[in-house]
């Protein structure tokens, strides 16, 4: 018996000195396990999340006492831990280390996207250029054909011009013929002479524009050059031949050969400057005509009516055939073209009035002669010496004095 008393009290003992470190081993939360490492599977495998680390328990954590000697201390403790909720001795998840994405960005979500145009407030530019005209694959003269009828944008006019012209001519050749009498027979012929002369112009016109390009310049000068063509050979003949028959057939023909040369010499491209040098050059002719005959007639020498409207029918046809020949040389600019014809009118016309107003009168050659002269030199200054004309190419690029040995490239 002593010596079960013995072992007995020793292992109290060593229960007692062992329990304390036991219970603060329990107490203890377990370290944090080690950071996994994130894997990103290769492209086209599908990704799959990490699995996710086991909950730990405290509960399951802290075993039951091993006996029934433990201490009142060591119980105590061990109520104090099972008490604690689970939130407070779960451990925070370790934080990242770097700012890599877990898994990479979707390519479609990296491209730039057209975005529909802004319509709200909108201004549309001043000098915003015209869409070109719709091409359904025919080609006349180099340029797309406008529309299913028409070629250009001068044939309407071009088709109208030619029309009326030709009913017109069909009714003045048949009344003068019929003396523009009032009876059933003479209606007729000029009702025939009418439809026959605008399907004739409508025709040949229409079948022109079908197969040839008509912009808007040579349509606009085909008809006053028409009515240049019509006045030239009225007025020629009327010097051959005193009869109005004849007068009627030739001016309807010289306003047909003007129209037609026109378009056929011009060309359906007729560049702007080219018919208004034409054009000019009829207005001079008819101007310097009726000074030249006003010079001779108040100089002494009489002048019969005949002779001036035979004259001044001509004049305009010989201007403009001369210019256009020399359309052939020379290329003036409209704008130049444009002011040697203003400034030659205004200055011939200030002189004209000034002189007769300073001498008493315009029957007497000076004022007419002062005018033609003065018309003559401004159209001169104007088309050699305008600030336009200058060769440019001769400036050097840098500064200082240079010497050119020719200012002005004229036109003319």
């Not at 003992?13 to 994130?38: K, Y």
């Not at 011009?161 to 009714?171: F, P, R, S, V, Y």
């Amino acid at each position: 018996m002593p010596h079960l008393r013995t072992w007995s009290f020793l292992a109290v003992a060593v229960i007692a000195v062992l329990m304390p470190g036991a219970a603060r081993a329990q107490s203890e939360p377990p370290p944090p396990p080690p950071p996994a490492t994130q894997y990103y599977p290769p492209p086209g495998e599908p990704q799959t999340a990490p699995p996710a680390p086991a909950p730990t328990d405290p509960q399951q954590a802290v075993p039951p006492p091993s006996s029934s000697g433990t201490s009142a201390g060591a119980q105590q403790q061990t109520t104090t831990i099972q008490a604690t909720p689970d939130s407070q001795m779960q451990e925070p998840p370790p934080a990242r280390t770097n700012d890599a994405p877990l898994a990479p960005p979707d390519p479609e979500s990296l491209r730039t996207r057209a975005q529909p145009p802004l319509t709200e407030g909108y201004v549309p530019q001043a000098n915003a250029v015209p869409p070109p005209p719709p091409n359904d694959g025919t080609i006349l003269d180099g340029r797309p054909r406008q529309g299913p009828f028409l070629s250009g944008p001068g044939s309407l006019t071009f088709v109208l011009h030619h029309t009326i012209l030709g009913a017109m001519g069909g009714l003045f050749t048949q009344g003068f013929a019929q003396e523009f009498k009032i009876d059933r027979d003479s209606r007729e012929a000029m009702l025939a002479g009418t439809l026959i002369g605008a399907g004739l112009g409508f025709g040949a016109s229409a079948w022109w524009q079908f197969n040839n390009w008509v912009d808007r310049p040579l349509s606009y000068f085909a008809i006053s050059n028409s009515l240049v063509g019509g006045m030239f050979l009225g007025g020629f003949m009327d010097l051959l031949a005193d009869d109005r028959d004849v007068l009627a057939w030739s001016s309807f023909v010289g306003a047909e050969l003007g129209a037609w040369l026109t378009a056929v010499v011009g060309g359906g491209q007729l560049p702007m400057n080219h018919g208004l040098l034409v054009s000019s050059g009829a207005a001079w002719g008819l101007a310097s005509s009726a000074l030249l005959l006003a010079i001779i007639h108040f100089s002494g020498t009489e002048i019969r009516g005949k002779t001036w409207a035979d004259t001044l029918l001509i004049a305009p046809g010989i201007g403009a055939g001369a210019l256009a020949i020399a359309t052939m040389r020379y290329n003036p600019t409209s704008g130049q073209i444009l002011r040697a014809d203003i400034f030659g009118s205004g200055v011939g016309a200030a002189v004209l009035l000034l002189s007769g107003l300073v001498l008493g009168g315009f029957d007497q050659p000076t004022p007419y002669v002062l005018s033609f002269l003065a018309s003559a030199g401004a159209i001169t200054t104007v088309s050699l010496l305008w600030e336009e004309s200058a060769d440019r190419t001769a400036v050097p690029s840098g500064g200082g004095s240079y010497r050119s040995k020719k200012a002005y490239k004229g036109y003319w």
